[in-house]
């Protein structure tokens, strides 16, 4: 192979990361200007909670570095063995990485201010060891799309590293946090705008998970000998040979994969084969066997990125293996064939790394061409552009109603854009109260609250069900404790589902005053731990970043089991630190989704 064909294999690899028609913002669907309770919920927070607050635990302090690293649990095996540390970051001379920049990383991250990012002050003020205790131990994707969303907007926001942790180890927490939650595209951002010469041992492991998860094997090129140095895991040798064969060194690629095929002990014969495949591809003719999956009991990160870079295709029933994230990684993957990436793109439009604009185009651009007009496309088609209104409504009704259990926000969210073209007339009052839902999952306050006019006199369960959106949501309704008690009763709400949507006005500040006393005891006692005393504190600092990831901890898990005490400090926090519309748009989501 030229040396011309290896470099076009080579950004055709990097190209399989993000995927093909899917462009758009990395942090979900930018805000628009634009089930019963238990006695004892089952507990949602991390370890940091079951005992009194106090800083994580620290290393020894590494030759050369002025900032202690992080003790937490670290990213798992990139394929089979042990993670470990270097002791000593002098051997760091890997070939393969770019020149030695100096450039200081204290404040950094792809999204600005004008781009949507919270900031530079984001994280100032907090303990970044107490966060990065708190963001490894999130069981990430977390329960809210809207939660999520603040979440990775914070996390990629341009902003300086909170005190007592070394900048790099910083990346590495939100890089490895976003790709738990599906958002791959940002974290591979996040990762690349450090140069290679500040990584930290933590960024190599953590950069290591993010380019195998977006499928990106030349992204291990740059960072694969000190990652090899600096960890057991075999995957680095792998990757070593992989990039040797990539950059035109077939006899060093061929003499490393012939070692490691030797070495059964540390490697699977299976993960070899794989990574003999790049080299194949690269140049090595004649060295890659076929790959059987019935010989890979599991997938892991490694198999999932060099099949899907390589053209081999996944076993639709192994994908699973790779936890609720992979809806972000897969719809981002354009080596996922396209049926597995459009029954992909409604969840990861629900984990909040997809907005609702892009999720339409999604279904467009992988749909069959030839799509019926009772399909998925088809009704897509007709509900933006169907040859009369009432095909139109039609249209959206039957996306609407297409979800079931779990899917049903994803079909909201599928149906919003659609709604937000639907002109306003009585014709639709009986789905108003969808319409609204789906206006509001996607971000769209303004268009959701033109709807009122509309469904305040439509029958009294979906006039009912409109306003506990509108009233979360916007604001923009009458709101007071008749009017809630009246929710109440047309809706018959479960106490749960009372005390959510309690919990969203109280927490904006809707919900006060003798009026509301009796309905606040009955449903909302007033609680206090060490996580309520957590984000009322980072609340009242002002600790915008500190109290969204402490929001990020008490939404975990579904909605069922979050306790309506956690979105009330939750929606309070959100509110007071200054992110009102993430606020109330959690809020509406807990009415709906709840």
């Known amino acids: 192979m030229t040396p011309s064909h290896r470099a076009q294999l080579f950004l055709g690899m990097a190209a399989l990361a993000v995927g093909a028609g899917l462009a758009g913002p990395v942090t979900g669907q930018p805000a628009a200007p634009a089930d019963t309770p238990t006695a004892a919920p089952k507990s ?29 649990p670290p990213p798992p095996p990139l394929l089979t063995g042990p993670v470990a540390d270097a002791s000593d970051t002098t051997a760091l001379t890997d070939p393969m990485a770019p020149p030695a920049t100096g450039r200081d990383i204290t404040v950094i991250g792809p999204l600005t201010t004008a781009a949507g990012g919270y900031g530079v002050g984001t994280f100032v003020g907090s303990r970044g060891r107490f966060l990065a205790g708190l963001a490894n131990r999130i069981d990430a994707p977390i329960g809210s799309r809207w939660a999520a969303i603040a979440l990775n907007r914070a996390l990629l926001s341009e902003s300086a590293a909170p005190s007592d942790i070394r900048p790099a180890d910083w990346v590495a927490v939100r890089a490895w946090l976003l790709t738990r939650m599906g958002e791959v595209e940002g974290a591979k951002r996040l990762v690349d705008s450090v140069p290679v010469d500040r990584y930290s041992p933590a960024l190599y492991r953590v950069a290591g998970q993010v380019a195998l998860a977006a499928g990106d094997i030349s992204g291990l090129c740059p960072i694969a000998g000190n990652g090899q140095l600096l960890s057991r895991d075999v995957m680095w040798d792998l990757a070593v040979g992989m990039c040797a064969a990539l950059q035109g060194d077939d006899i060093t690629a061929a003499r490393l994969f012939d070692a ?11 993960d070899v084969r794989l990574g003999e495949r790049v080299a194949t591809i690269a140049g090595g003719a004649g060295r890659a066997a076929n790959i059987d999956w019935a010989e890979a009991p ?21 994908l699973a293996g790779l936890g609720r994230a992979r809806f972000g990684w897969l719809v981002r993957n354009a080596g996922i064939g396209a049926e597995t990436r459009l029954e992909s793109l409604g969840q990861a439009a629900v984990l909040g790394t997809m907005s609702a604009t892009e999720l339409v185009s ?10 019926p007009g009772d399909s998925r496309a088809g009704r897509l088609r007709t509900a933006f552009a169907g040859g009369s209104l009432g095909n139109r409504r039609d249209a959206l009704a039957a996306i609407m109603a297409s979800g079931d259990g779990s899917t049903r926000y994803a079909a909201l969210l599928e149906a919003a854009t659609a709604a937000a073209r639907l002109p306003v007339t009585a014709d639709s009052a009986d789905a108003s109260a969808d319409i609204i839902a789906a206006l509001l999952g996607a971000g769209d306050t303004r268009a959701a609250l033109r709807w009122w006019p509309i469904a305040d006199k439509a029958a009294a369960p979906v006039r009912a069900r409109a306003w506990a959106l509108l009233a979360t949501g916007t604001g923009g309704v009458p709101i007071d404790a008749d009017a809630f008690e009246s929710w109440r009763s047309d809706t018959s709400a479960t106490d749960h589902q009372a005390a ?12 006060s005053g003798a009026d509301w006393e009796d309905a606040r005891g009955e449903l909302l006692p007033a609680t206090a731990n060490s996580w309520t005393r957590a984000i009322d504190a980072a609340a009242a600092g002002r600790r915008a970043g500190e109290a969204i990831i402490l929001s990020a901890t008490g939404l975990q898990g579904a909605w069922k089991d979050v306790p309506p005490q956690h979105l009330y400090h939750v929606v309070a926090a959100l509110n007071r630190v200054g992110r009102p519309l993430e606020a109330r748009l959690v809020a509406a989501e807990a009415v709906t989704r709840s």
């Open 44 to 72: 949602l927070l991390p370890d940091e909670f079951d005992v009194p607050a106090r800083p994580a635990p620290v290393a020894p302090l590494l030759p050369g570095t002025d900032a202690p690293t992080v003790v937490a």
């Open 260 to 270: 490691l095929a030797e070495d059964e002990k540390r490697v699977e014969p299976f």
């Open 298 to 318: 599991r997938l892991t990160p490694f198999r999932y990125a060099v099949a899907t870079a390589t053209g081999i295709s996944v076993p639709a029933n192994k």
């Open 362 to 371: 999604g279904v467009a651009a992988l749909a069959p061409a030839d799509a």
């Open 500 to 511: 959510m949507l309690l919990a969203g006005l109280a927490g904006l500040g809707l919900a």
